[in-house]
């Protein structure tokens, strides 16, 4: 065959491609298993963090297995007995779409130094691409105890701060509940004036803005659970009016 001809260069070409293609397709085969493996710790790396446990991606097996006591499914605010997934395996991105009577989620119980925490994984959308991040609530299943973010493509040095202790450590001791009422927490411009907020990303205010929206919806499904807990529910303080016009009445 002419080595010159266009001929020769059509199936060299094509030889090439499909030899290419194999190889790729063999080494995403051959890789997708380790790829698996790194993409799991990541995750339980991630979790652990927001209860304040920093570990090493190759040390987050152990430590997950050591802090995480129970990993529950939530859906409408109660426990499901028989999920038909594990929490774990929950696809947090296509739980999200669902409506939230009919949402599965997962809930993390943790403990640390003696003392219970529960973890929410959370799944939203930035400027860019999808956020995600966990929050640990501590036993009154109302104060924030730990806060851990990521994100996909927020710009360097704006939006991309979420994933900074900066940004993070600001929820440590929030609420996200007002007496029984289910509040959230607001990321603010500028300073912040109560406990249910934390001050936004400056010049990121639309991933500001997809936190904020994460937060609200993703912890709405957990409400009535959290609820449960006495203390999240501990009822509105009471004037000194109504207190002297009780005394009165007895």
Same mark, same amino acid.
């Given at each position: 065959?002419?080595?010159?001809? /266009?001929?020769?260069?059509?199936? !060299?070409?094509?030889?090439?491609?499909?030899?290419?293609?194999?190889?790729?397709?063999?080494?995403?085969?051959? &890789?997708?298993?380790?790829?698996?493996?790194?993409?799991?710790?990541?995750?339980?790396?991630?979790? &652990?963090?927001?209860?304040?446990?920093?570990?090493?991606?190759?040390?987050?097996?152990?430590?997950?297995?050591?802090?995480?006591?129970?990993?529950?499914?939530?859906?409408?605010?109660?426990?499901?007995?028989?999920?038909?997934?594990?929490? !774990? /395996? #929950?696809?947090?991105?296509?739980?999200?779409?669902?409506?939230?009577?009919?949402?599965?989620?997962?809930?993390?119980?943790?403990?640390?130094?003696?003392?219970?925490?529960?973890?929410?994984?959370?799944?939203?959308?930035?400027?860019?691409?999808?956020?995600?991040?966990? &929050?640990?609530?501590?036993?009154?299943?109302?104060?924030?105890?730990?806060?851990?973010?990521?994100?996909?493509?927020?710009?360097?040095?704006?939006?991309?701060?979420?994933?900074?202790?900066?940004?993070?450590?600001? !929820?440590?001791?929030?609420?996200?509940? /007002?007496?029984? /009422?289910?509040?959230?927490?607001?990321?603010?411009?500028?300073?912040?004036?109560?406990?249910?907020?934390?001050?936004?990303?400056?010049?990121?205010?639309?991933?500001?803005?997809?936190?904020?929206?994460? #937060?609200?919806?993703?912890?709405?499904?957990?409400?009535?659970?959290?609820?449960?807990?006495?203390?999240?529910?501990?009822?509105?303080?009471?004037?000194?009016?109504? &207190?002297?016009?009780?005394?009165?009445?007895?």
């Amino acid at each position: 065959m002419d080595i010159n001809s /266009n001929k020769y260069t059509y199936l !060299f070409s094509i030889v090439m491609v499909v030899i290419v293609a194999a190889m790729l397709s063999y080494a995403a085969i051959a &890789l997708k298993p380790a790829q698996d493996a790194n993409i799991e710790l990541e995750k339980k790396q991630q979790i &652990l963090s927001s209860i304040n446990v920093v570990v090493q991606r190759d040390s987050a097996g152990p430590a997950f297995d050591q802090y995480i006591k129970q990993s529950l499914v939530i859906r409408n605010g109660k426990i499901v007995e028989n999920p038909t997934q594990l929490a !774990f /395996n #929950i696809d947090l991105a296509a739980a999200v779409s669902q409506p939230l009577e009919t949402r599965e989620v997962p809930l993390y119980v943790a403990n640390v130094g003696g003392k219970e925490f529960y973890i929410i994984p959370m799944r939203g959308k930035g400027l860019w691409g999808p956020v995600w991040g966990n &929050l640990s609530l501590e036993k009154d299943g109302n104060t924030v105890f730990g806060a851990s973010f990521g994100h996909k493509s927020e710009t360097p040095g704006l939006g991309a701060e979420i994933s900074t202790v900066l940004f993070s450590g600001q !929820f440590v001791g929030k609420k996200i509940l /007002n007496g029984s /009422n289910f509040v959230s927490i607001a990321v603010v411009k500028g300073k912040t004036s109560s406990e249910h907020e934390v001050q936004g990303i400056s010049g990121g205010t639309i991933t500001s803005v997809g936190v904020q929206s994460m #937060i609200q919806d993703c912890l709405a499904p957990y409400i009535e659970y959290l609820k449960t807990f006495g203390s999240a529910v501990a009822p509105a303080p009471v004037s000194a009016d109504t &207190l002297t016009a009780e005394v009165s009445s007895l």
